[in-house]
């Protein structure tokens, strides 16, 4: 079973950094082949943030954060991160972890359909 807990959210003034973290807590031993970031905000449809294939050799950004928010993973154990700059108003939102098992469609790297497994979601509030 995979079991994705995220942590790292809180509260951050405009112009302010929070890094994420999501680690797979569960006990299967389940292969991943991508593990992403998405956020909702409040109103909004869920949409995703970036995106990070377990190989490292491909990551996307949704147009709004490029520049400012990198995802990254732990090697040694296997944590996803996603290190959030320059944070502003806009960015407020619950943020989620999500994976694939098997094949995906780099492509549709946004599609949350493709998406397999699940965290619960930690806030990120942006304000003064």
């Known amino acids: 079973q995979v079991l994705l807990v995220e942590s790292g959210g809180g509260s951050v003034q405009p112009g302010g950094s929070l890094r994420l973290s999501c680690a797979d807590s569960?006990?299967?031993?389940?292969?991943?082949?991508?593990m992403a970031w998405f956020r909702q905000a409040p109103g909004k449809e869920r949409e995703g943030v970036a995106t990070?294939?377990?190989?490292?050799?491909?990551?996307y950004y949704a147009d709004s954060v490029k520049g400012r928010f990198t995802i990254s993973q732990d090697k040694a154990d296997a944590t996803l991160h996603l290190q959030m700059n320059s944070l502003k108003y806009e960015d407020t939102a619950m943020y989620y972890c999500?994976?694939?098992?098997?094949?995906?469609?780099?492509?549709?790297?946004?599609?949350?359909?493709?998406?397999?497994?699940w965290g619960q979601g930690t806030q990120v509030t942006v304000s003064s």
């Open positions: 999500a994976a694939i098992r098997g094949v995906w469609r780099a492509s549709r790297w946004w599609d949350e359909s493709q998406y397999n497994f």
């Open positions: 569960g006990d299967s031993g389940t292969y991943l082949s991508v």
């Open positions: 990070l294939s377990i190989t490292g050799d491909r990551a």
